[in-house]
């Protein structure tokens, strides 16, 4: 850790903060434009974004980037652009009759300075989103990458650095030591999207300022399919689901339980889904390659342990690594043990663990015995069986009969629960998040306030009886 680095970090906080007391209050046509701002440098650099975070990956499907990066964040800030001004507004709020003539509001102000720290998985789309409802608040932004894209971070330094002020959005790039010491600063905010384990230390870092966190972690989401579901129909949403990103995605289908019965014609199923949808593509291009080589020999590893044991692999081998890329194989592990690697662990890759189960109860309780996971899926003809297995579970979100379509809801709050995290953003809840809510009552100079005083009298007696009615 260099002192240079820490310096230019402790003085770009200086600056934001010196800028936010400044100037408090960014006006909502202020906030706009710099959302408009935004809006049209991400449709310039569409392609750019794609090669650069492709180049990071060793290969990232362009397709991929296009759908969970850009669109989104395109729609993102279409939607917060429309109702922005609905959600900064001042909201009154009704005083009981013993309060009158004074009245109350809640003025939606910003927090004041933000810290966010971002993953790799989707490098622009998870610094960019609560970046989004950060400026939308009236709040000024530090971002600090991760450090396993260091050519999409130093893209983000300079595409921010084009479109606004350090003292209103700044980048700092660097790893683990820079990281830490960026947790430590005393944000208004900060907003963490990674690992449980650095989730925590982040939580401990931010507690010493008071600093209050949202914690986007991740965890293993599982997705059920009911005996009554035509499971080939579901290995066509779930493998999608699963494969996209190379199973890099914090929402991922981690496992699937399938009932016992129908344990192979799933397997078979979902072998000929990835084939259909993986193997025609040209080089590999919709498939996309595992960060780095230190997660594909964790990948390796969690495989051979599988062999070890004895489970049944199944793996689509014309999506195996080929000369200098990092493709690993689509794998299948057929009812690996709860205490396997491959189940303790959550898998971030290509690996998917199928699991049988006896009973919809017996699935449940499987389920049940884990930490709370980021997302649920159930797979259910019927809607009451589907809606009894997220009635009779607990996640972050969860989604009926698709994979991740509860992320693409604006509206929707997005975030964790116990060991997925706690807090959430996207759509107004985003902006919830950056902003604090001041409640203020207002009262006319001539108030009655000035009548309730010792020694307590008639008055005061009445008013009380009145309240405590
Ligand atoms: P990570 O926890 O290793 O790193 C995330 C960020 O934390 C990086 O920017 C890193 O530099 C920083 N960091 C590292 N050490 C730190 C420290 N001591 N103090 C402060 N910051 C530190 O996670 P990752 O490997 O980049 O991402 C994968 C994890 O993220 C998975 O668990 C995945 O489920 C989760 N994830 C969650 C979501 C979500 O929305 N909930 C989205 C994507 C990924």
């Known amino acids: 850790m260099t002192e240079t680095a820490i310096s230019a970090l402790h003085a770009a906080f200086a600056r934001q903060r010196a800028a936010f007391a400044a100037e408090p209050r960014r006006t909502l046509s202020q906030r706009l434009k710099d959302l408009f701002a935004l809006q049209t440098a991400l449709k310039k650099h569409e392609t750019a974004i794609a090669e650069v975070i492709s180049a990071d990956f060793g290969h990232r499907a362009p397709a991929e980037t296009q759908l969970a990066e850009v669109s989104f964040l395109l729609a993102d800030l279409r939607h917060t652009r429309r109702h922005l001004a609905r959600w900064a507004d001042t909201r009154p709020v009704p005083v009981e009759m013993t309060l009158k003539p004074g009245k109350a509001y809640i003025r939606r102000e910003p927090k004041g300075v933000v810290g966010i720290i971002s993953p790799w998985n989707y490098p622009v789309q998870l610094a960019l989103a609560p970046l989004i409802a950060a ?25 921010l650095g084009a479109l606004f002020d350090e003292d209103l959005v700044s980048v700092i790039e660097g790893g683990a030591d820079i990281a830490s010491a960026f947790s430590a600063l005393p944000f208004d905010h900060i907003l963490f999207t990674g690992s449980t384990a650095v989730g925590r230390k982040v939580a401990e870092s931010a507690a010493k300022n008071l600093t209050p966190v949202t914690l986007e972690l991740g965890g293993k989401s599982p997705a059920v399919i009911a005996p009554d579901y035509d499971v080939r129909e579901a290995a066509k949403t779930l493998s999608w689901g699963k494969f996209f990103n190379a199973g890099q995605t914090c929402i991922a289908p981690d496992y699937v339980l399938v009932p016992r019965e129908k344990l192979h014609v799933f397997t078979e199923a979902a072998l000929a889904e990835i084939r259909d949808m993986w193997v025609n593509s040209a080089n590999h291009a919709d498939y996309t390659a595992i960060i780095s080589e230190r997660h594909f020999d964790r990948l390796n590893a969690m495989v051979e342990a599988a062999r070890s044991a004895g489970d049944s692999v199944h793996q689509v081998e014309e999506l195996a690594q080929n000369t200098n890329t990092r493709h690993f194989a689509p794998t299948l592990i057929l009812n690996p043990a709860r205490d396997s690697a491959v189940m303790r662990e959550e898998i971030f890759g290509p690996i998917w663990p199928i699991i049988a189960y006896d009973s919809l109860d017996d699935a449940i309780a499987y389920i049940r015995q884990g930490d709370h996971p980021l997302a649920l899926y ?21 989604s009926i009969n698709v994979p991740f379509l509860h992320m693409s809801v604006a509206d929707l709050p997005f975030g964790g629960v116990g060991a997925s995290g706690y807090g959430a953003y996207h759509g107004e809840h985003g902006f919830l998040t950056f902003t604090h809510q001041r409640g203020v009552f207002e009262a006319p100079s001539w108030h009655p306030l000035k009548w309730i005083r010792p020694p307590y009298g008639r008055l005061f007696k009445a008013l009380n009886w009145l309240q405590s009615r």
């Open 135 to 159: 400026i939308a608040a009236g709040n000024r932004v530090m971002i600090k990458p991760s450090e396993l894209t260091p050519k999409t971070s130093a893209f983000l330094k300079q595409f």
């Open 378 to 398: 159930a797979y259910a003809k019927n809607t009451d069986t589907a809606r009894q297995i997220i009635r009779r579970t607990q996640s972050g979100g969860a």
